[in-house]
């Protein structure tokens, strides 16, 4: 009689992230889950984030020294708070009788482009994890830091060690890729927004990238492009709560087949400004002189919307930039404007985007129509659409934002199961 | 008519300690001192420790977790003190408009034995820093840590920054070595016991080795040896008082032909404790056996003496060792009384060692007496005495230490010229 197989996972790699290393207490915690996945038969490779807020401490120093700390010297100070927690969490780990070891991204094989302060991790070379791992070694590696070409340390930017933690993964061809944080997995949406959002049990990599994007803090974009390209299977989960399985995050044709849901979960970004040139001349080369000309300023471009203006023969463009862009789209338009031959532009602080997400939208005609239906029983007015395979954005005003997202996920979440949620502990 | 030389220092090392780097104000302090010299057309390299008390910082959180980190991990957590304040210093004499660079040890080619937490260094690889150097590089090297032979990095042990930097200077080749602290310089004794202790304007390695074993705290007594080894000639100076020369460390030859005293300085070391096992028989192989029991233990001893007991027959045999060390020789001795046919063992807690230091006295048969004839005169009775080439150590009662040194520093140093002290910054 067939009895079934059991299940041993070969290697898991285990990423915690800074609130879960805060203090020598939380720092024995996260020895306590590694341990009893290397005790079950796993292999394990941990890759740490700094203690709590000791980078911001770094930056912090750096600039009372330096009015824009930058390059190779600012990567060699950052460096240090992911060697602080790796080192402790090693020497915790061989008080308690364990074979560990901690090791720099550069002494992990981490090999990143020639970019310092915000470098991509070109490729990982694995000989020594791997010798290191069959001799029984639990292995703790420095997150968000590598070495590039001329052996310097590099960082990968904010939210980087999700992003080690998923190449180091990918280059073992580990099993899972644990992404140990302080909330218990991706939400449907912000819960401080819908207090009866949903943990998803399940997302693709691709949804999982849109609502990074769109505001969702659980896991960087770039970590989630990592795991895509490297067919990684990360699992978000919470340090502080170990008996949830959290959210896997998983390739879309990896997906369970009873997840037929059309929508992944609902964004807000409140961090969108609307920018409209009236009174464009009809004729070609004008949006291409006036999105070349932010372009070379840096202003990043979102939604895009043409249309014929009042007058029934000029036409207005209308776009948005993040906020924070605002003033400086300004000053690169008013100059410019004659020669567009426009009348004037028009700005709009007070916007916000809503837009949801979901890979099951692409064979289902009725979801734009949905969300549209949403927001009108809701009365709230939309100011821009745009549409992607897998999202649908709408403009609204901000102070219907909130109202929008609770209308929208109604919509497409009102018969999933509700549980109960402690919005502050939920990483949006 | 010969004008004169000006004289350009070619290449200067320069040390900072973690006090004189313990806040942002204070590295900007450390820029003003490393930029002076640059401007003047000096080629430097600024060797630094971590920022005032972060090591201890680190090693508490380490004892927290392993209750005797040691060992690999423990190198690596330690190393991040010195790669902050390096790469804090280095930005900011970047934002100053200079070029700069900070390193780590190894990547400044410091190699070390293959020996954590207390390694000594055995190369200075210099290649890449003459490099820099020569293209109007500031280089700024992490303190107490180098690489050994398998690219880990090791470090040197407390007080190791010093030694970094006069191996550094050493290698460079380079015209000084100035350890910046926070004391003036080194004195002829501790000025909280002699008030008008005077700060040596020189003093030979051979003299600084002798005092910083004997409890002067100025500089680590492997770092005067390293100087000693490598020629480096090294300056002690304060990082808050740039009017004063310091005391330059030279080779005994190197010193000025005035430099006529008999001793350089005069030390006392309360950690002393005297065994004493009365009643030894006076035969061969009797304290072949008592010592080496004692060093199989670990257990130091300094002073020895060999009398003629009181029997007139048997012998006794006294000697010092540390007082955290008294108990550990108590319990070794007291099971192998028997054996050695001993009668018994006194102990005495309250001892002092006193000793004058200087290469002068090997030409001067009177020094002795001098020394003896002061103690004499204060009424402090001498119970063991113990000389080398360029040192005189008796050992006194505590109570009577202080009495001590200042009866023998008056008898050395009366006519010298004092000035004001403040005796909490002379780093005893």
Known sequence: MFKGKINVT????????????????????????ITTAYDAGTQVVAIVSAMGKTTD???????????????????????????VSASLLALHLQSRGYKAIALTGFQAGVRTEDVYNTARIKDVETDYLNTLLEAGTIVIVTGFQGENSKGEICTLGRG????SAVAIAGALKADACDIYTDVTGVYSTDPRIVPNAIKLDEIAHIEMMELARLGAKVLHPRSVEAARRWGVKVRVRSTFNLNDEGTLVVDEAMMSQDSTRAVAGVACDKNQARVAVIGLPDKPGIAAHLFKTLAEKSISVDMIIQSIGQ???????????????LQNAEAVLKPILHDLGAREVLLDDNVAKVSIVGVGMIDRPGVAASMFQALAEAEVNIGMIATSEIKISVLVSSSQSDKAVQAIHHAFFSDASSEELVPSKLGY
């Open 57 to 83: 401490g770094l930056v912090a120093l750096a600039n009372e020294l330096n009015s824009s700390p930058q390059g190779r010297d600012y990567d060699m100070l950052l460096a240090t708070g992911e060697m």
């Open 10 to 33: 070969r290697l898991l790699v285990q990423k915690f992230g800074g609130s879960s290393l805060a203090d020598t207490d939380k720092i024995k915690g996260v020895a306590d889950i």
């Open 160 to 163: 980087g060690s999700d992003t």
């Open 311 to 325: 007058d029934g023969v000029t036409n207005d463009i209308a776009f948005t930039v993040n906020t924070w862009d």
